[in-house]
Nanobody, 129 residues
Framework: QVRLMESGGGSAQSGGSLTLSCVESIGARPSICMGWFRQAPGQEREPVATIASGGRHTYYADSVKGRFTISQDTTKNTVSLQMNSLKPEDTAMYYC??????????????????????WGQGTQVTVSS
């Protein structure tokens, strides 16, 4: 059973920065893809950034390219999201997600919500103008 625990959410001013972290509690083997997704009130959950193959491949939603950076520390089972140049439209609940062993679909469509079968509880990010 994979468990994910997020931390690092909070409030920031427009143009500011925040860093989110997600620790993966591994039952058997580590997940093959991990990522961050977000959901604003009344909106569908959408991709932010994902990472695969121990950090060798990263993928970003167009809305965050050049501002957010996803990274992975496999020795600590941690995935982080550095968020710079924050905008009010980045305000949302941010969820850490993992695609467990055998969920190879994440290699082909890494930004699809449906490719991830483990989810954290979420951490709120609020950006004020």
């Amino acid at each position: 059973q994979v468990r994910l625990m997020e931390s690092g959410g909070g409030s920031a001013q427009s143009g500011g920065s925040l860093t989110l972290s997600c620790v993966e509690s591994i039952g058997a083997r580590p997940s093959i893809c991990m990522g961050w997704f977000r959901q604003a009130p009344g909106q569908e959950r959408e991709p932010v950034a994902t990472i695969a193959s121990g950090g060798r491949h990263t993928y970003y939603a167009d809305s965050v390219k050049g501002r957010f950076t996803i990274s992975q520390d496999t020795t600590k089972n941690t995935v982080s999201l550095q968020m710079n140049s924050l905008k009010p439209e980045d305000t949302a609940m941010y969820y850490c997600a993992a695609a467990g062993q055998g969920s190879f679909g994440c290699y082909f469509t890494p930004l699809y919500v449906s490719r991830y079968n483990y989810w954290g509880q979420g951490t709120q990010v609020t950006v004020s103008s």
